[in-house]
């Protein structure tokens, strides 16, 4: 049986004897056994696949709530839920024409960071997938349970680790269906989004089927390539630079929620694994994780936001050099 030092609501609680972590990696930056646990209770069969708009994907939303409440994480001036709608623009993935208005609801959570310069970092991770295709559960274990816990695992470190600058934490809702939460947020932000120097998105962590994550952005803001190349040196797996040039499925630039961030002239960098057999499969399961590739992946993201944190300020002269 494993030991949980938070709060499981009864609402949300999962079998604890299936998910304690058998694996020797001893995480730096955050708590593995939770990690864990939230990691195989967002992808479990009763979660449906997520799908925006449905009940079992607003039960994937209010463990995110519990948990920055948990935390201690300060939500947004409205609150922790960014209600939204979309569809109305042109399906920015396959330039399908525009479609029914939709609705959706993103997460948002803030901590601010400790030195008196007024720029922020957005950390983002998609939580929706796509849900029950002919009768089969798509449980989007590492797309994208995975990168929301390393969300929360960034959340968590910076909780009780606070950066020099503000860091904001949000949750997307919608990005299998046309990016939606993502492009409504930055069309139509809380807060202006002239003081953000960098969006940090992790979508599909969990599977190092090849052993790499990849750090994608790089050739559209070289001047980053120093900064995650000296995370790569300490990091325990190994990240490499790629995949944001070249033909189709080769350039993720626009193929995650950061390509809104990119296309309003923000710096971003995404972190996040090849595709693999299961992905967009009803196989992409819990069981198919190693773990513990998995925790070591989430320790290096939590890592290269650290860093981010650090040079934030050199980032944001590149944004702002780049506008010029
Ligand atoms: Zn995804």
């Known amino acids: 049986m494993a030991h949980f030092k938070f709060a499981v609501s009864a609402a949300f609680a999962v079998s604890l004897a299936a998910c304690a972590t058998d694996n020797g990696y001893q995480t730096e930056h955050f708590e593995a056994e939770p990690a864990i646990a939230l990691l195989q209770a967002l992808s479990a069969d009763d979660m449906k696949g997520r799908k925006v708009g449905t009940p079992e994907n607003a ?41 029914p208005e939709s609705s959706g609801v993103n997460v948002l959570g803030r901590i601010e960071g400790t030195a008196d310069r007024d720029i922020a ?27 929301v816990i390393g969300l ?3 959340a968590e470190y910076f909780a009780a680790n606070p950066p020099q600058h503000d860091v904001l934490l949000l949750a997307f809702d919608a990005e299998e269906d046309r990016l939606g ?43 980053m ?20 040039e070249g033909e189709s499925r080769d350039d993720w630039t626009l193929l995650s929620d950061h ?17 693999h057999p299961d ?36 980032i944001y002269t590149m944004r702002q050099t780049a506008s010029d």
Not at 79 to 96: I, R
Not at 260 to 275: K, Q, S, T
Not at 293 to 307: G, Q
């Open 59 to 99: 039960r994937a939303r209010a463990m995110i709530v519990e948990r920055f409440e948990a935390l201690g994480i300060a939500p947004g001036s409205d609150g922790y839920e960014l209600p939204f709608t979309y569809g109305t623009f042109a399906d920015p993935k396959t330039g399908a024409d525009a479609q």
């Open 279 to 314: 992905y967009h499969k009803p196989t992409d399961d819990f069981d198919k994780v190693d773990q513990d590739w998995f925790l070591r992946s989430v320790d290096s993201v939590v890592m290269v936001a650290i860093e981010m944190d650090d040079r934030l300020g050199d």
């Open 121 to 147: 970092m957005i950390i983002t991770a998609h939580y929706d997938h796509v849900g029950e295709i002919d009768g089969e559960i798509y449980n989007g274990a590492d797309d994208n349970a995975s990168g």
């Open 259 to 275: 390509a809104a961030f990119f296309r309003a002239g923000i710096p971003h960098l995404y972190l996040g694994v090849e595709d």
């Open 225 to 244: 390539k120093p900064i995650v190349a000296s995370v790569a040196a300490e990091a325990p797996v190994q990240i490499e630079m790629g995949f944001d």
């Open 181 to 223: 939460g993502s492009i409504a947020f930055v069309a139509d932000p809380p807060a202006p989004l002239d003081n953000v120097a960098l969006n940090l998105n992790f979508d599909m962590l969990s599977r190092g089927d090849n052993g790499k994550l990849w750090a994608s952005g790089t050739a559209h803001w070289p001047e």
């Open 152 to 154: 929360l695992a960034a």
